[in-house]
């Protein structure tokens, strides 16, 4: 509860330090709740750092940090109104209208003022009751033994640390050993066993000789596991795979009773015959009568006569063999059972020791426990030390982390979830390990129990903003796909992390979505070809009811109000009443008269198709009463305009319109002043297989006062007039917008759109990080002759209009034959992700401008982006490429020499005709490859299947006329 109070804290002070200056008559009232909510937020702070031993404070504490979190937003919401409505450039108009624009926006601005006034006056009086209950009630910050606020404290600290000093982090999935040991998925030991047990059975038969006994391998099962569920794997695989073996295996099962006297092998085999004829039952009186006269031999006889195993290539199964006196009695019977050469025993035990009697001396069993498979794994998260007495130290660490994962085996959520916060921050203290391991229960009957610990441990360990951020995905229901770039969005449009600026916050953000991705708080649905998670979702059951329960319980949402298939749509404090009954469209076709409705920050109608109905009054609507908005999502909504009125949303920082039918100048008027993203147009519809797919392509009008908009940072993608206004706006662009991070933008294939361009950059030197050009051509020209004559207008680039290389581009994306001749030569120096379409390069054009990019990590090439068939990277090339994306049907072979791309991890290509890989085997790195095609030739597999770090293949069938990717993983 103090972190989440804190957020709110932190977000008022942030604003009022930002509109001070605009509050008129009103500052002192304003700098009195700023005075306090400023020794509040100390107050907070020092709570924040002294949680007690059970994660919560006492009742009390909770209200009073409740009323403070609520003071806070009251009184940042009274300031926006206040700022909104006094605002004149929401009401100056422009032509005739302009004259008389001022009197109106006079008299609502004195209005506003008054009322502002009396409600911050309301809110100064109320801040002084809450800081004096305080007082009042006694409400103290809780002590440790020792005098000082305990449990979580220096976890707390050590993760915000942590998350701060990182850095740039490798992410999870581009790791060879995370992408294994911290797979997103539960590790599969049954497969990993499984394959360890086939491969000795291959051995077995190539060393086994006449008159031998059988191999014997040994499955352990320690923990929950059931041996036996390897032992059936083992079977089917080898069902599956004898027609391709040159040795076939008579599988046969033999299973211990659970109970029967260990006395001889006699009363082994008589007990094991009886399970045999009569599983689960005993053995009747005439049997036993006729079964007790008879010797061991006689009873193995007829023990095999009922397996068929003599003289054929025999697999035995042997379960619940738990007791090292009664295997010599079963080796004993081998003899009768007279298996044929190659024979095999698998026998599954609970037992190591008992394992390791019935294995040959100087072999390891097979273990199949998720306990032993993270225990081994935990060698791999290897901590410092200098001395004898930090090694020490570090086995004592090892110890305490190996009794946690015992604890947790009842739970594999609960395991997982240590594993990843460890991966987070692997310094934790040996005292912090301590308490989580005695907080721990023992696992039998514990496993919820437990998980609810370590999901609290864990959640102690996050960051204080980056709590907010977690409990706000209890809006989404379980199993929801959420994208990234949305839900940082509304993460700081709601205010949960408030940096200096914007992008800061933005940036915090981003951060905070691969940590609660790292610590499996969330888990990935979509990952891009670089390894970056563009959606996530909450998918496991547990941990979705332990952030609402704790959301609930943090009054972070009101379920009373919103029911989870609305709750989404809005802001997390929206206050608004809707029954489970109701629809977001018939709300939005007569929003009801509430004050909470002009309080809303976010509104995301992603997927609304509803809205192609009556879509015109629904969007006015909320031009007319949501006036708070900062985040508006139309994407995929079918609408088809942008009514006027969107001016009025001048608080509005994220527009996005992308996968809508609204039309290319829909935008044109749009003054949007403190709009940070505007995200339109794109590619709506398009196939891998670039002979069979046609692009289609939309962008929207660039704004006619874009030079307004002096915080936009992400502008995507806007398409430049071919008048000379165009030529203005670009000019524009470059002398305004100078906190630009990503632009693209479409332009015609003309001289001076393409100086602006580079003009617009130069000035965007110092901010500019991802750029997407597509060039059109003129309706008078054609590839060719468009290609040959802007040939001759590349400026130099010490010329005046191309004076300062952009030193922080990081992403180029190129569409057009004239980009080949101009863009590239200007803008590769620092570049480490490429695209290209329809740019028609040659080999010599590669080798001179792109194999030798010092940063150079993903390169895409796309339709027409290269015209030779084979593609070869030579010795020396692409030093630093670990992605390639090959996206063309014109491409039908691809060649490494010795020493070309080194740190190749990753390659992807949709074809329409392989004819050659070669090389593979020099790319010591390799780890995955992706091919989107029909079929690829018998040779490459066999490169692949010889390749030492034995990559993934993945064979997808390509897409035609929209139909869906089928898409089946395959083990080479």
Same mark, same amino acid.
């Given at each position: 509860?103090?972190?989440?109070?804190?957020?709110?804290?932190?977000?008022?002070?942030?604003?009022?330090?930002?509109?001070?200056? +605009?509050?008129?008559?009103?500052?002192?009232?304003?700098?009195?709740?700023?005075?306090?909510?400023?020794?509040?937020?100390?107050?907070?702070?020092?709570?924040?750092?002294?949680?007690?031993?059970?994660?919560? /404070?006492?009742?009390?504490?909770?209200?009073?940090?409740?009323?403070?979190?609520?003071?806070?937003?009251?009184?940042?919401?009274?300031?926006?109104?206040?700022?909104?409505?006094?605002?004149?450039?929401?009401?100056?108009?422009?032509?005739?209208?302009?004259?008389?624009?001022?009197?109106?926006?006079?008299?609502?601005?004195?209005?506003?003022?008054?009322?502002?006034?009396?409600?911050?006056?309301?809110?100064?009086?109320?801040?002084?009751?809450?800081?004096?209950?305080?007082?009042?009630?006694?409400?103290?910050?809780?002590?440790?033994?020792?005098?000082?606020?305990?449990?979580? #404290?220096?976890?707390?600290?050590?993760?915000?640390?942590?998350?701060?000093?990182?850095?740039?982090?490798?992410?999870?999935?581009?790791?060879?050993?995370?992408?294994?040991?911290?797979?997103?998925?539960?590790?599969?030991?049954?497969?990993?066993?499984?394959?360890?047990?086939?491969?000795?059975?291959?051995?077995?038969?190539?060393?086994?000789?006449?008159?031998?006994?059988?191999?014997?391998?040994?499955?352990?099962?320690?923990?929950?596991? &059931?041996?036996?569920?390897?032992?059936?794997?083992?079977?089917?695989?080898?069902?599956?795979?004898?027609?391709?073996?040159?040795?076939?295996?008579?599988?046969?099962?033999?299973?211990?009773?659970?109970?029967?006297?260990?006395?001889?092998?006699?009363?082994?085999?008589?007990?094991?015959?009886?399970?045999?004829?009569?599983?689960?039952?005993?053995?009747?009186? &005439?049997?036993?009568?006729?079964?007790?006269?008879?010797?061991?031999?006689?009873?193995?006889?007829?023990?095999?006569?009922?397996?068929?195993?003599?003289?054929?290539?025999?697999?035995?199964?042997?379960?619940?063999?738990?007791?090292?006196?009664?295997?010599?009695?079963?080796?004993?019977?081998?003899?009768?059972?007279?298996?044929?050469?190659?024979?095999?025993?698998?026998? #599954?035990?609970?037992?190591?020791?008992?394992?390791?009697?019935?294995?040959?001396?100087?072999?390891?069993?097979?273990?199949?426990?998720?306990?032993?498979?993270?225990?081994?794994?935990?060698?791999?998260?290897?901590?410092?030390?200098?001395?004898?007495?930090?090694?020490?130290?570090?086995?004592?660490?090892?110890?305490?982390?190996?009794?946690?994962?015992?604890?947790?085996?009842?739970?594999?959520?609960?395991?997982?979830?240590?594993?990843?916060?460890?991966?987070?921050?692997?310094?934790?203290?040996?005292?912090?390990?301590?308490?989580?391991?005695?907080?721990?229960?023992?696992?039998?009957?514990?496993?919820?129990?437990?998980?609810?610990?370590?999901?609290?441990?864990?959640?102690?360990?996050?960051?204080?903003?980056?709590?907010?951020?977690?409990?706000?995905?209890?809006?989404?229901?379980?199993?929801?796909?959420?994208?990234?770039?949305?839900?940082? !969005?509304?993460?700081?449009?709601? !205010?949960?992390?408030?940096?200096?600026?914007?992008?800061?916050?933005?940036?915090?953000?981003?951060?905070?979505?691969?940590?609660?991705?790292?610590?499996?708080?969330?888990?990935?649905?979509?990952?891009?070809?670089?390894?970056?998670?563009?959606?996530?979702?909450?998918?496991?059951?547990?941990?979705?009811?332990?952030?609402?329960?704790?959301?609930?319980?943090?009054?972070?949402?009101?379920?009373?109000?919103?029911?989870?298939?609305?709750?989404?749509?809005?802001?997390?404090?929206?206050?608004?009443?809707?029954?489970?009954?109701?629809?977001?469209?018939?709300?939005?076709?007569?929003?009801?008269?509430?004050?909470?409705?002009?309080?809303?920050?976010?509104?995301?109608?992603?997927?609304?198709?509803?809205?192609?109905?009556?879509?015109?009054?629904?969007?006015?609507?909320?031009?007319?009463?949501?006036?708070?908005?900062?985040?508006?999502?139309?994407?995929?909504?079918?609408?088809?305009?942008?009514?006027?009125?969107?001016?009025?949303?001048?608080?509005?920082?994220?527009?996005?319109?992308?996968?809508?039918?609204?039309?290319?100048?829909?935008?044109?008027?749009?003054?949007?002043?403190?709009?940070?993203?505007?995200?339109?147009?794109?590619?709506?519809?398009? #196939?891998?297989?670039?002979?069979?797919?046609?692009?289609?392509? #939309?962008?929207?009008?660039?704004?006619?006062?874009?030079?307004?908009?002096?915080?936009?940072?992400?502008?995507? /993608?806007?398409?430049?007039?071919?008048?000379?206004?165009?030529?203005?706006?670009?000019?524009?662009?470059?002398?305004?917008?100078?906190?630009?991070?990503?632009?693209?933008?479409?332009?015609?294939?003309?001289?001076?759109?393409?100086?602006?361009?580079?003009?617009?950059?130069?000035?965007?030197?110092?901010?500019?990080?991802?750029?997407?050009?597509?060039?059109?051509?003129?309706?008078?020209?054609?590839?060719?002759?468009?290609?040959?004559?802007?040939?001759?207008?590349?400026?130099?680039?010490?010329?005046?209009?191309?004076?300062?290389?952009?030193?922080?581009?990081?992403?180029?994306?190129?569409?057009?034959?004239?980009?080949?001749?101009?863009?590239?030569?200007?803008?590769?120096?620092? +570049?480490?992700?490429?695209?290209?379409?329809?740019?028609?390069?040659? /080999?010599?054009?590669?080798?001179?401008?792109?194999?030798?990019?010092?940063?150079?990590?993903?390169?895409?090439?796309?339709?027409?982006?290269?015209?030779?068939?084979?593609?070869?990277?030579?010795?020396?090339?692409?030093?630093?490429?670990?992605?390639?994306?090959?996206?063309?049907?014109?491409?039908?072979?691809?060649?490494?020499?010795?020493?070309?791309?080194?740190?190749?991890?990753?390659?992807?290509?949709?074809?329409?005709?392989?004819?050659?890989?070669?090389?593979?085997?020099?790319?010591?790195?390799?780890?995955?490859?992706?091919?989107?095609?029909?079929?690829?030739?018998?040779?490459?597999?066999?490169?692949?299947?010889? /390749?030492?770090?034995?990559?993934?293949?993945?064979?997808?069938?390509?897409?035609?006329? !929209?139909?869906?990717?089928?898409?089946?993983?395959?083990?080479?």
């Amino acid at each position: 509860m103090a972190d989440l109070a804190l957020g709110a804290v932190h977000s008022l002070l942030g604003l009022i330090r930002d509109e001070a200056l +605009l509050l008129g008559r009103v500052q002192g009232d304003v700098q009195f709740i700023r005075d306090e909510m400023e020794s509040m937020n100390s107050f907070l702070l020092h709570l924040s750092k002294t949680t007690p031993p059970g994660g919560e /404070h006492d009742e009390q504490v909770r209200t009073w940090m409740k009323q403070v979190r609520d003071l806070a937003c009251a009184c940042s919401n009274c300031i926006d109104l206040y700022v909104q409505q006094r605002d004149p450039e929401i009401q100056r108009a422009s032509g005739r209208r302009g004259y008389v624009w001022w009197l109106p926006w006079f008299l609502r601005a004195v209005v506003a003022q008054h009322r502002a006034a009396t409600q911050l006056r309301e809110l100064k009086i109320r801040a002084r009751d809450v800081s004096e209950r305080r007082q009042r009630y006694g409400v103290q910050v809780p002590k440790g033994k020792d005098g000082v606020g305990v449990a979580g #404290t220096a976890t707390s600290l050590a993760g915000a640390v942590a998350v701060e000093e990182r850095g740039r982090r490798v992410h999870l999935v581009q790791d060879a050993y995370l992408r294994r040991v911290l797979d997103f998925t539960e590790p599969d030991i049954l497969k990993d066993c499984t394959e360890v047990v086939l491969t000795w059975l291959a051995a077995a038969n190539t060393t086994e000789e006449e008159g031998q006994w059988p191999r014997v391998i040994a499955v352990v099962a320690p923990d929950k596991e &059931d041996g036996r569920e390897v032992a059936k794997e083992v079977s089917r695989r080898l069902a599956s795979l004898q027609p391709s073996l040159q040795f076939e295996y008579s599988v046969r099962w033999l299973r211990l009773p659970e109970y029967f006297p260990i006395a001889t092998s006699w009363h082994l085999l008589y007990s094991m015959l009886g399970e045999l004829r009569h599983p689960g039952l005993p053995i009747s009186d &005439d049997e036993a009568a006729v079964w007790g006269k008879m010797e061991e031999g006689q009873l193995a006889s007829m023990i095999e006569r009922h397996l068929q195993v003599k003289g054929k290539r025999s697999l035995i199964v042997l379960e619940r063999l738990n007791d090292v006196h009664v295997w010599e009695g079963f080796k004993r019977a081998l003899d009768e059972f007279g298996c044929a050469p190659g024979s095999a025993v698998i026998v #599954t035990t609970n037992y190591i020791w008992v394992a390791k009697k019935v294995m040959s001396v100087g072999e390891d069993p097979v273990i199949y426990s998720l306990v032993h498979f993270y225990k081994k794994e935990l060698q791999m998260l290897k901590r410092p030390y200098d001395n004898a007495t930090g090694y020490q130290e570090e086995i004592a660490l090892r110890t305490i982390m190996c009794d946690i994962l015992k604890k947790s085996e009842a739970s594999d959520t609960c395991m997982k979830l240590f594993f990843h916060s460890l991966y987070c921050n692997p310094d934790w203290s040996k005292q912090e390990l301590e308490r989580l391991r005695s907080i721990l229960e023992l696992p039998d009957d514990a496993q919820e129990t437990n998980a609810s610990k370590m999901l609290m441990f864990c959640y102690n360990t996050l960051p204080k903003d980056f709590k907010s951020c977690l409990l706000y995905l209890a809006i989404f229901p379980q199993g929801q796909e959420i994208r990234r770039s949305s839900l940082v !969005g509304r993460w700081v449009a709601e !205010g949960f992390i408030t940096k200096e600026d914007w992008s800061s916050s933005v940036h915090q953000a981003e951060r905070c979505f691969d940590e609660l991705v790292d610590r499996w708080f969330v888990c990935p649905v979509s990952i891009g070809a670089t390894g970056k998670v563009k959606s996530c979702k909450v998918q496991n059951v547990v941990i979705h009811r332990f952030i609402s329960e704790l959301a609930k319980i943090e009054s972070f949402i009101d379920r009373r109000r919103l029911s989870h298939h609305l709750a989404w749509h809005f802001s997390s404090h929206s206050g608004l009443w809707l029954r489970r009954s109701d629809t977001v469209t018939g709300f939005l076709q007569s929003l009801p008269p509430s004050s909470q409705l002009q309080l809303l920050k976010v509104l995301d109608l992603q997927g609304c198709k509803d809205l192609e109905k009556n879509k015109n009054q629904y969007l006015k609507n909320i031009c007319n009463k949501m006036l708070l908005l900062k985040y508006l999502s139309l994407r995929g909504t079918g609408i088809t305009h942008l009514p006027m009125k969107i001016n009025k949303l001048q608080q509005l920082e994220v527009l996005d319109i992308r996968q809508t039918k609204v039309p290319h100048y829909a935008t044109k008027y749009i003054v949007l002043p403190k709009l940070k993203r505007l995200l339109a147009g794109g590619i709506s519809d398009y #196939t891998t297989i670039s002979s069979v797919a046609k692009e289609s392509f #939309t962008a929207v009008e660039m704004p006619l006062k874009i030079e307004k908009m002096i915080y936009m940072e992400v502008l995507s /993608h806007v398409q430049v007039s071919r008048s000379q206004k165009g030529d203005a706006m670009l000019q524009k662009i470059g002398r305004r917008l100078w906190l630009l991070k990503k632009l693209g933008v479409v332009i015609y294939n003309k001289e001076t759109h393409i100086h602006n361009l580079l003009g617009a950059i130069s000035d965007l030197s110092e901010c500019l990080q991802s750029l997407s050009v597509r060039i059109k051509l003129l309706p008078d020209s054609d590839n060719t002759t468009s290609k040959i004559d802007t040939a001759a207008h590349i400026p130099a680039p010490e010329s005046s209009v191309f004076k300062n290389p952009p030193k922080l581009l990081e992403s180029l994306s190129i569409n057009g034959i004239t980009s080949t001749q101009l863009l590239l030569p200007l803008l590769v120096c620092q +570049l480490s992700k490429i695209t290209l379409s329809n740019t028609l390069l040659n /080999h010599n054009y590669v080798d001179a401008y792109l194999a030798k990019l010092p940063k150079l990590r993903c390169l895409r090439l796309r339709c027409k982006s290269y015209v030779e068939s084979t593609l070869t990277l030579k010795k020396g090339d692409f030093q630093c490429l670990e992605y390639l994306l090959v996206e063309s049907s014109d491409i039908t072979s691809i060649s490494f020499d010795v020493g070309a791309a080194p740190m190749l991890e990753k390659i992807m290509w949709a074809f329409t005709s392989m004819e050659s890989l070669t090389g593979i085997g020099h790319l010591t790195v390799l780890k995955e490859l992706e091919f989107i095609g029909v079929s690829i030739p018998y040779q490459v597999r066999e490169d692949i299947v010889a /390749h030492p770090n034995h990559p993934v293949l993945k064979l997808d069938q390509p897409r035609v006329q !929209g139909e869906a990717v089928r898409s089946a993983s395959m083990t080479p």
